[in-house]
């Protein structure tokens, strides 16, 4: 087999489920017998005979430290499945991490497994995670495959957010090309998922289980090409909308609503690029889905491509950098403080003289302006101080009289100001694991209006759906339990209209349930800040901001037209 120098993810596609780190024995199920292959193909896992069979063939009793062909070392169990395991281990030759899949000789997948590894490794397509060997030896038959520590599972990924377009359209376009290039050869893959899809620190991403993780589970199907195409819709639909498109919950993602049936991504979600809302539907047309502008479906993976080749380029976003702006230098030149150029071909033009400003007028024209501005002058001097004695005469005769006289603690009928509270930290807040813009948190509380936090944007509103957004939120650590009578939020954008309410909360934790908080106040309103004040003063540390609704508002450079909102400083008071 070829070798890579690039070490590697497991094959094993466990969806999402945690390793078997300490308990290496204990069987683990990563969900393949639940997950959805083809709304018309056959799986079959689902043969009784078959699946007894394999159970039956339990897996060796092989632990952590045991060698096979004196070279792989194996460190630990990541699946044990169906009479298979699947180990990270060691290649002590070449001192790097692989993968290895592990089964009985006499398993009745052992044989399919072997030509689908072989097969695979002929292909040596460096978008797929490369299988390095494929061995029976002793009763046992095992394959070797890359480790890729550098890649991440598009699961991960998407439990992060949606990805951006030009992202989105990036993955469909790599995998739609991989898939066509093996389909070509004669391989598929059949258990296309998002944790079956790596991402690598440079942007690639990289396919693993070609052929092998279905000679595994032992899953087939009449057209191949059908189903991994509309495995590839799938990956796309969930990329644009962090939602799985089916109504079932998988691979960490929430599924549609029950009834609804397959919606086009830019329903799901606000700001969805349009073509690649349609690519989705496109791919997804053998499950039911009806294509927007009646296109032809995608029902192999060289449609898809050429599709996706056919759309205009989505380019990425522009990183802003704000420019400093250039260094004025003063007139003030004594001591040592001017520092030395760090290019001489440039010292001429930083020692550059300045312009003298222009001579006085010495006309008979200038001399009378001189005289002018001068009389004006004198005579507005004048005026300000005739006005400012007979305003302190007028004071002192009032001061004098009885009948004006006030005792000093007459102003005590106005309330005093509260005290703003320091606040120490300020972080996003999420129940349903789905953040806004954490990274922008602390620009609430930075001092400088014209940064905020912002969150996306939605087709509904200005009331969120609580069937997709209950809504968004900031959570503020004020150090240490303080009386708080009252707060003020800043708003980005103004319109009808913005609710935000007040919690106390126990921690600054962004999964903490809004049930276990206490309410503050509410505030309703269509400008450009929120006053929310308590009617009794409440004792807290962690207080929560929570938006409900958000005004209508037009896209922009960044983001496309819906309902959203940005908070750009938050202020406590005691």
């Known amino acids: 087999m070829a070798e890579r120098s690039t070490a590697a993810v497991d094959v094993a596609d466990t969806s999402g489920e945690e390793p078997l780190t300490a308990k290496a024995g204990k069987a683990t199920d990563d969900g393949a017998k639940a997950e959805k292959v083809s709304g018309r193909e056959k799986d079959a896992e689902g043969t009784d005979e ?19 062909a004196r070279r792989y070392r194996l460190e630990e169990c990541v699946t044990r499945l169906d009479g298979f395991s699947s180990w990270r281990a060691v290649d002590e030759k070449l001192r790097r991490a692989v993968g290895v899949h592990i ?55 998407l439990a992060n ?14 995998v739609s090309q991989a898939m066509a290039a093996a389909h070509r050869e004669g391989l598929s893959h059949l258990r296309i998922t998002p944790g079956s899809v790596l991402r690598t620190e440079s942007g690639q991403y990289r396919i693993r289980g070609l052929a092998v993780m279905a000679a595994l589970r032992g899953i087939t199907c009449e057209h191949p ?5 509309e495995a590839i819709g799938a990956l796309l639909y969930s990329a644009l909308t962090q939602r799985w498109p089916y109504e079932n919950d998988a691979h960490g993602l929430t599924g549609l609503p029950k009834g609804v049936g397959l919606i086009a991504p830019d329903q799901v979600r606000a700001g969805v690029h349009r073509g690649l809302s349609e690519l989705a539907m496109r791919a997804l047309i053998n499950d039911g889905a009806t294509a927007s502008r009646q296109e032809q479906p995608c029902t192999t993976p060289e449609e898809l491509a050429k599709a996706v080749a056919a759309m205009p380029r989505i380019r990425p ?29 440039q010292a001429s033009h930083a020692t550059q003289p300045v312009a003298s400003p ?8 200038g001399r009378a302006l001189k005289w002018s501005v001068s009389a004006l002058l004198i005579a507005a001097l004048g005026l300000g101080s005739w006005q400012l004695a007979d305003t302190l005469l007028k004071r002192e005769k009032d001061r004098d009289d009885p009948a004006n ?30 953040p806004q813009h954490a990274n922008q948190a602390r620009d609430t509380i930075d001092g400088n209006p014209s940064t905020y936090w912002g969150s996306k944007g939605y087709r509904e509103g200005p009331d969120l759906n609580p069937a997709f957004k209950k809504g968004v939120g900031l959570v503020y650590d004020l150090g240490s339990k303080q009386q708080i009578s009252g707060a003020s939020i800043g708003l980005h954008y103004t319109g009808n209209h913005t609710t935000v309410t007040l919690y106390a909360a126990d921690s600054p934790s962004s999964s903490q349930p809004l049930s276990s908080m206490r309410q503050l ?8 800040s929120a006053k929310v004040k308590l009617k009794h003063p409440a004792k807290a540390r962690y207080v929560v901001v929570w938006i409900t609704a958000m005004p209508y508002a037009p896209g922009d450079g960044y983001s496309s037209a819906g309902y959203r909102q940005g908070v750009t400083e938050v202020s406590f008071t005691s």
């Open 50 to 68: 078959e699946r007894a069979a394999a159970i039956e063939a339990q897996p060796p009793e092989l632990h952590s430290g045991h060698k096979l």
């Open 103 to 157: 089964l009985p000789a006499d398993h009745p997948r052992a044989r399919p497994v072997l030509s689908a590894a072989r097969s695979s490794a002929l292909l040596g397509d460096p978008r797929f995670v490369q299988v390095l060997d494929a061995v029976e030896e002793n009763d046992l038959v095992y394959v070797v495959h890359e480790w890729l520590p550098d890649a991440t599972e598009l699961t991960t990924v």
């Open 161 to 174: 957010g949606p990805l951006e377009p030009h992202d989105a359209y990036q993955l469909v376009s790599q």
């Open 225 to 229: 090409q059908r189903t991994d195409t």
């Open 317 to 345: 976003p522009e990183t802003s950098f704000a420019t400093p702006p250039p260094y004025q230098r003063t007139g003030y030149q004594q001591g040592n403080y001017r520092q030395p150029s760090a290019r001489p071909a």
């Open 358 to 365: 222009p001579p006085p007028l010495q006309s008979r024209t």
């Open 405 to 434: 006289s006030q005792p000093s603690s007459g102003g005590a009928d106005k309330k005093p100001q509260g005290k703003p509270i320091k606040i120490v930290e300020a972080g996003e807040y999420y129940p349903d694991g789905q």
């Open 521 to 528: 106040g509410t505030s309703k309103t269509s400008g450009s």
